[in-house]
């Protein structure tokens, strides 16, 4: 198999730059923009901030990192380590800085309940009056109980409830009253016993919001009874996003906080790009299942004219790859949040897209090949449909390979 022209697998790094593999003099080295820090799990598998224009390379994946691509999004929930300045504790008590966080410091609150009623921590704010996405997300770990319980309060009775179950690892989810819907929600698993837990729904147009937070030792809902009066477990990392998925964790204190969206890219690669014949080669996965945006990142050559590219349609999470605006094939994956080898293969009128060992498309009809190609982008070559994602292997073949290297090179 033919060597790349072009390789970065996410190692090295300092701000503004991801350095590459190949080539060897750092010409392909990409450079990386953010305008806020960010965090990240580290690899002693820790959330740790990283500073401004420093890329995010994310072990939460194992033990080789990938570059980790956001949006921007802001945390409104006040306080996401400090819980006892959250305004409403009906029958519950928090103490803080009890036991070390998923950031390795003392910096986690115990929740308990304090009587066999109705049970809650609760913060509200303010919002539009209008229906949004929003996503409720919070680290938990289990102290006394099997159950902690998470609600989204609307105008009463619309809300969403969740249910998780610390011995069967399960979330569960249901809305009450009118207007709120579910989109997803999801269990990470961190170390030292610390899952994150978030849920994804749409609200009703009512102008407030409230989150609510409760520890249980059966299952039940906030506003019920339960078997016991003293029921705890530790929380941290608390986070209301108007966003459809949970993004990395955004601390605040009296204060919303941001972080920015992320890019890379480079130019000046005429000399490592074929506009003859080439192919575009990446392992990548989706931040969520919930996300119905196109994302891509591309070869081109600084323009809207001339493009190669692979990445998320706006349809269900499906990749596709194409050249010039015509699409080669979609690829449905079970679960986009996997990662997923793929290729586009492309030259006059033979244009092909490869997914995990399999082809997946062609374009045999008239086509030209782009010319110029001098740049990888975050985007396509419109500077738009940013790409949000990660990214552990991107590779560049200023040749062809041959179908059945393709397979091979992408298969899991």
């Known amino acids: ?69 956001e949006r921007y999004s ?34 986690a609150d115990k929740l308990q309940r304090t009587s066999t009623t109705y049970n809650y921590l609760g913060k509200g704010i303010s919002k539009a009056t209008q229906q949004l996405n929003m996503t409720i997300s919070i680290f938990v770990k289990q102290g006394e109980g099997d159950f902690f319980t998470i609600r989204g309060q609307g105008d009463y009775p619309n809300r969403i409830d969740a249910i998780y179950q610390f011995s069967t690892n399960e979330l569960n989810t249901s809305v009450g009253g009118n207007n709120f819907t579910v989109i997803n929600s999801s269990v990470k698993e961190h170390i030292n016993g610390w899952v994150r837990l978030s849920i994804s729904f749409n609200t009703d147009n009512f102008g407030s919001f409230t989150t609510f937070f409760s ?47 992320d890019s890379f890219s480079k130019t000046g690669l005429s000399s490592y790009i074929s506009s003859t014949a080439g192919v575009l080669y990446a392992e990548i996965a989706s931040l969520s299942t919930g996300d119905n945006t196109t994302r891509v990142f591309s070869l081109n050559d600084g323009g809207s004219t001339n493009v190669v590219y692979i990445g998320f349609s706006s349809s269900g999470g499906r990749i596709y790859a194409g050249i010039n605006y015509q699409i080669v094939a979609y690829f449905t994956p079970t679960d ?77």
């Open 74 to 107: 802001l945390n409104l929930a006040l306080y996401s380590e400090d819980f006892s300045q959250w305004w409403q504790k009906t029958n519950s008590t928090v103490t803080t800085n009890q036991t070390t966080s998923p950031s390795g410091d003392l910096t």
């Open 215 to 261: 520890p249980r030792n059966t299952s039940g809902f906030i506003d019920h009874n339960d078997s016991s009066s003293s029921s705890f477990v530790y929380i941290w990392g608390a986070q209301l996003e108007e966003q459809p998925y949970a993004t990395s964790y955004i601390p605040t204190t009296s204060e919303t906080a941001s972080r920015s969206g």
């Open 1 to 69: 198999m033919a060597t790349p022209s072009i390789t970065m697998i996410p190692s090295g790094y300092k701000p503004e730059k991801v350095y590459s593999v190949l080539p060897t003099n750092g010409d392909g080295d990409l450079f990386f923009d953010r305008n806020t820090p960010a965090t990240r799990v580290n690899k002693d598998g820790l959330i740790e901030q990283v500073g401004t224009d420093v890329p995010t390379l994310d072990y939460s994946d194992g033990s080789c990192p990938s570059l980790l691509s």
């Open 336 to 412: 986009p949040t996997d990662f997923h080898k793929v290729a586009i293969k492309y030259e006059d009128n033979n244009t092909k897209f490869f997914v995990n060992g399999n082809q997946i498309g062609s374009t045999e009809t008239t086509q030209t090949v782009p010319s110029g190609l001098s740049q990888i982008k975050s985007t396509s070559g419109l500077n738009s449909d940013r790409f949000y994602g990660k990214v552990k292997d991107l590779r560049v073949y200023n040749t062809l390979l041959t179908d059945l290297e393709l397979k091979e090179l992408t298969t899991i």
